[in-house]
Nanobody, 126 residues
Framework: QVQLVEAGGGLVQAGGSLRLSCVASGGTFSRASMGWFRQAPGKEREFVAAVNWNSASTAYADSVKGRFAVSRDNAKNTLSLQMNNLKPEDTSVYYC???????????????????WGQGTQVTISS
């Protein structure tokens, strides 16, 4: 059974940093793209960042470009999201997601991802 488990959320002040991590188990994700989405209360889930299967390419939402960095370690089946210069509008539940292998291209649409974690809360205070 495939599982994606996120960690690293929390409460920080604006301008601070957080690092989210996601551990994948129950499948082989080294040939699949992975990404992060987020959803704030009353809003639709939105794309944050994605990385292709071999880390050769990444994609970011305009709202996080230059502040967030996505990375992966295929040997450890892990995905990370380094978030710097956080803003109150970054407050959301962040979800780790993975496409079904062998779809390795970084994708920005939620419908292209098959596996989802339970989410981790990130709260930024002003």
């Amino acid at each position: 059974q495939v599982q994606l488990v996120e960690a690293g959320g929390g409460l920080v002040q604006a301008g601070g940093s957080l690092r989210l991590s996601c551990v994948a188990s129950g499948g082989t994700f080294s040939r699949a793209s992975m990404g992060w989405f987020r959803q704030a209360p009353g809003k639709e889930r939105e794309f944050v960042a994605a990385v292709n299967w071999n880390s050769a390419s990444t994609a970011y939402a305009d709202s996080v470009k230059g502040r967030f960095a996505v990375s992966r370690d295929n040997a450890k089946n892990t995905l990370s999201l380094q978030m710097n210069n956080l803003k109150p509008e970054d407050t959301s539940v962040y979800y780790c997601t993975a496409r079904a292998p062998p779809y390795g291209g970084a994708a920005t649409e939620a419908k292209l991802y098959k596996y989802w974690g339970q989410g981790t809360q990130v709260t930024i205070s002003s």
